[in-house]
């Protein structure tokens, strides 16, 4: 059930419960009303609040408290001097005022469990309560449905039902619209998803750079990337993804090639990997460290031979989803890593090497675009028996021009923990993470690695160590460290044979 059929649902209940010919149902009345429109708009319009700080707590609350006690006392003092028949009893007058001071108080008890369990106070989320609980307050008190010619609680009720009847016609027509053009299927008819669409696009169109800011931030892509403005750019021609992936399946295989000794490149890129990885913590000591990455020689080895087992696509994808904002060496890049798109039944790629794919991601990584993929490979031992691969590709271009390609990139991937991620090229190992907190606009993800080159049976290190760190947000960019070390990995440290 998306948005859209809860609008609907809620409507129809509270269509319902207005038109019930009791007399404390009408007294009910605005409470109904009230919760109704709050609800709708938390369901169907897309909604944040940025409001980071105790000071926007007492921004809101502090007129906010004042005008609750003042109309309180007003009202009490009010029925005390004039009170007929047909005047509500003073619990539904003051309904609206014991919600609002109930929601306060229940904001106060979150704080204190908050410092009380040690966690940072979220005070976006806490301060989002605070305006919908005075927005509820202040709906009820100004009762904007006073100005309407409505006669009756029956009239209401009409209204609410062919407002709920309009929903479910427009909630129809979006479904069939996203049923033959979205690619994901699961919310086709989110209004939600529409808002998305409509805030990317008006954030774009009239510069409104703070709402697209705030976008980028609180919204997680839950809609397929040809729904939404391409910026950056978005290929759609899948030559480029197979021809890739049969160059990034050659690069593998190369790896696995036995010298005249019987040692592989492989061999040597994962012991590599576990000296830079132990060599690095001290180099790391004011950065991002690597102690996070827990791996041996062996597991790495595995996996570049394939995994037996199906890769946990989410698991290693998932946290990376989204825009990051970082600087690689001295230029500021825009990644962004667009959702995953899986495919049942799997599909065969085009090509030399037997290959079937059963997930891809598209990603821009500033000065380029690139495709990551989980392919299963018939397994060298046995043609009979497949393995899981991550295999991916990066086509360099100029200016974001995708026809001005400068230069091809294949890379495999291997997975060593949630959000965790280890990328090899003909050249360059990169070891990347996902940090995160339970604010995920303070998620930050680390990239750190080394330039390499095999000469002689011998891995040695061709330039600085480095490190990028990049942020949700685009005014948090973190500067691009390097560090000297040495690096020499030969055959005779390799312990396989």
């Given at each position: 059930m998306?948005c859209?059929?809860?609008?609907v649902i809620?409507?129809?209940i509270?269509s319902c419960?207005?038109?019930i010919?009791?007399?404390?149902?009408?007294f009910?009345t605005p409470l109904?009303?009230?919760g109704?429109?709050?609800?709708?708009?938390?369901?169907n319009?897309?909604?944040?609040v940025s409001m980071v700080?105790a000071?926007?707590l007492f921004?809101?609350?502090?007129?906010?408290?004042?005008?609750i006690?003042?109309?309180?006392?007003?009202?009490i003092?009010?029925?005390?001097?004039?009170?007929?028949?047909d005047y509500p009893p003073?619990i539904f007058v003051?309904a609206?005022?014991?919600?609002?001071?109930?929601g306060?108080?229940?904001?106060?008890?979150?704080?204190?469990?908050q410092?009380k369990?040690g966690q940072a106070?979220?005070?976006p989320?806490?301060n989002?309560?605070g305006v919908?609980?005075l927005s509820?307050?202040?709906?009820?008190?100004?009762?904007p449905?006073?100005l309407l010619?409505?006669?009756?609680p029956?009239?209401?009720?009409?209204?609410?039902l062919?407002?709920?009847?309009?929903?479910f016609?427009l909630r129809g027509?979006?479904?069939?619209?996203?049923?033959?053009?979205?690619?994901?299927?699961?919310r086709?008819?989110s209004?939600r998803?529409?808002?998305l669409i409509?805030?990317?696009?008006?954030?774009?169109?009239w510069r409104?750079?703070?709402l697209?800011?705030l976008?980028?931030q609180?919204w997680r892509?839950?809609?397929?990337?040809?729904m939404?403005?391409q910026?950056?750019?978005f290929?759609?021609?899948?030559?480029?993804l197979?021809?890739?992936l049969?160059?990034?399946?050659d690069f593998r295989?190369?790896l696995?090639?036995?010298?005249?000794?019987?040692?592989?490149?492989?061999?040597?890129?994962?012991?590599?990997?576990?000296e830079f990885?132990n060599?690095a913590?001290?180099?790391?000591e004011?950065?991002?460290?690597l102690?996070r990455f827990?791996f041996?020689a062996y597991?790495?080895l595995?996996q570049?031979?394939g995994?037996?087992?199906?890769?946990d696509?989410k698991g290693?994808?998932d946290?990376?989803?989204g825009?990051w904002y970082g600087?690689w060496?001295k230029s500021p890049?825009n990644?962004?890593?667009?959702p995953?798109e899986?495919?049942?039944?799997v599909?065969?790629?085009?090509?030399?090497?037997?290959?079937?794919?059963?997930?891809r991601?598209?990603?821009?990584?500033g000065d380029g675009?690139?495709?990551?993929?989980?392919a299963s490979i018939p397994?060298?031992a046995?043609?009979?028996?497949?393995k899981?691969?991550?295999?991916g590709?990066?086509?360099?271009?100029?200016?974001k021009k995708?026809?001005s390609i400068?230069g091809?990139r294949p890379h495999?991937?291997l997975?060593?923990?949630y959000?965790q991620?280890?990328w090899i090229?003909d050249?360059e190992?990169?070891?990347?993470?996902?940090?995160t907190?339970k604010?995920?606009?303070?998620?930050y993800?680390?990239i750190?690695g080394?330039?390499?080159?095999?000469?002689?049976?011998?891995?040695?290190?061709?330039g600085?160590?480095?490190?990028?760190v990049?942020?949700?947000?685009?005014?948090?960019r973190t500067?691009f460290f390097?560090?000297?070390f040495k690096l020499?990995?030969?055959v005779?440290?390799?312990?396989?044979?």
């Amino acid at each position: 059930m998306d948005c859209c059929d809860g609008s609907v649902i809620l409507l129809l209940i509270a269509s319902c419960a207005v038109s019930i010919r009791f007399r404390m149902f009408r007294f009910l009345t605005p409470l109904i009303l009230s919760g109704v429109i709050i609800a709708e708009a938390l369901i169907n319009i897309p909604f944040f609040v940025s409001m980071v700080g105790a000071k926007w707590l007492f921004v809101l609350w502090g007129p906010g408290l004042s005008l609750i006690i003042y109309s309180t006392y007003k009202k009490i003092k009010g029925m005390a001097i004039e009170h007929t028949g047909d005047y509500p009893p003073l619990i539904f007058v003051l309904a609206g005022h014991g919600i609002a001071l109930a929601g306060f108080f229940s904001i106060l008890l979150l704080i204190y469990q908050q410092v009380k369990s040690g966690q940072a106070i979220d005070w976006p989320r806490i301060n989002a309560y605070g305006v919908v609980v005075l927005s509820f307050y202040l709906l009820f008190e100004i009762a904007p449905w006073r100005l309407l010619p409505i006669r009756s609680p029956k009239d209401i009720a009409c209204i609410l039902l062919l407002v709920a009847v309009g929903l479910f016609v427009l909630r129809g027509g979006m479904w069939c619209y996203g049923l033959f053009n979205a690619s994901v299927k699961e919310r086709p008819g989110s209004f939600r998803l529409k808002g998305l669409i409509y805030s990317e696009e008006l954030a774009s169109g009239w510069r409104f750079n703070r709402l697209k800011e705030l976008t980028d931030q609180y919204w997680r892509y839950i809609v397929h990337p040809l729904m939404v403005k391409q910026e950056p750019p978005f290929v759609r021609n899948e030559a480029f993804l197979w021809d890739g992936l049969q160059k990034a399946e050659d690069f593998r295989q190369s790896l696995l090639v036995p010298d005249e000794n019987g040692f592989t490149r492989a061999e040597l890129i994962a012991m590599a990997i576990v000296e830079f990885k132990n060599s690095a913590e001290m180099l790391l000591e004011d950065h991002v460290s690597l102690k996070r990455f827990k791996f041996d020689a062996y597991d790495l080895l595995e996996q570049i031979n394939g995994n037996e087992f199906e890769i946990d696509s989410k698991g290693a994808f998932d946290e990376f989803i989204g825009r990051w904002y970082g600087i690689w060496d001295k230029s500021p890049v825009n990644h962004h890593w667009r959702p995953l798109e899986y495919f049942e039944p799997v599909l065969t790629i085009p090509g030399e090497n037997s290959m079937q794919l059963r997930m891809r991601q598209y990603c821009w990584i500033g000065d380029g675009f690139g495709w990551n993929a989980i392919a299963s490979i018939p397994s060298a031992a046995d043609a009979n028996k497949t393995k899981e691969n991550i295999l991916g590709i990066v086509y360099h271009v100029k200016d974001k021009k995708v026809d001005s390609i400068t230069g091809i990139r294949p890379h495999i991937g291997l997975v060593v923990g949630y959000g965790q991620l280890i990328w090899i090229t003909d050249g360059e190992i990169f070891l990347e993470e996902v940090i995160t907190y339970k604010n995920k606009s303070h998620n930050y993800y680390a990239i750190t690695g080394f330039n390499y080159i095999i000469d002689n049976n011998t891995l040695m290190n061709n330039g600085d160590l480095f490190q990028a760190v990049y942020s949700r947000l685009a005014k948090n960019r973190t500067a691009f460290f390097k560090s000297n070390f040495k690096l020499s990995i030969s055959v005779d440290a390799v312990p396989y044979n």
